[in-house]
């Protein structure tokens, strides 16, 4: 399997984005999925997150409300619809698959594929 991330660009604060990850691989349905961000100032953090068990959705609390997370397995994609964005949403978005157990969801060290990342930049 491997990801193509795009949708990132430049925004203004309050406004909105999607990002796409598209997945090659016919078994793209079997992973879990989930969305980081880094900057250069920071390390890389957690974003959303969707398990294929029970279809849960997990957001990091700088998110909640704003961000949603969703997948379209017709089409081998990833979304994270990103509203009413901040400046501190400015960094560089990764979208990542893997095979982890739910107390690694939210940890980068566990997700085995990632995109090539796509920047997005919120002005104020």
């Known amino acids: 399997v491997q990801l193509q991330a795009s949708g990132g660009g430049l925004v203004q604060a309050g406004g909105s984005l999607r990002l796409s990850c598209a997945a090659s691989?016919?078994?793209?349905?079997?992973?879990?999925v989930a969305w980081f961000r880094q900057t250069p100032e920071k390390e890389r953090e957690f974003v959303a997150a969707h398990r294929v068990s029970g279809g849960h959705t997990y957001y990091a609390d700088s998110v909640k409300g704003r961000f949603t997370i969703s997948r379209d397995n017709s089409k081998n994609t990833v979304y994270l619809q990103m509203n009413s964005l901040i400046r501190e949403d400015t960094a560089v978005y990764y979208c990542?698959?893997?095979?982890?157990?739910?107390?690694?969801?939210?940890?980068?060290?566990?997700?085995?594929?990632w995109g090539q990342g796509t920047l997005v930049t919120v002005s104020s």
């Open positions: 691989g016919r078994t793209f349905n079997t992973y879990n």
């Open positions: 990542a698959a893997g095979k982890t157990i739910l107390s690694s969801t939210r940890d980068s060290r566990f997700y085995g594929l």
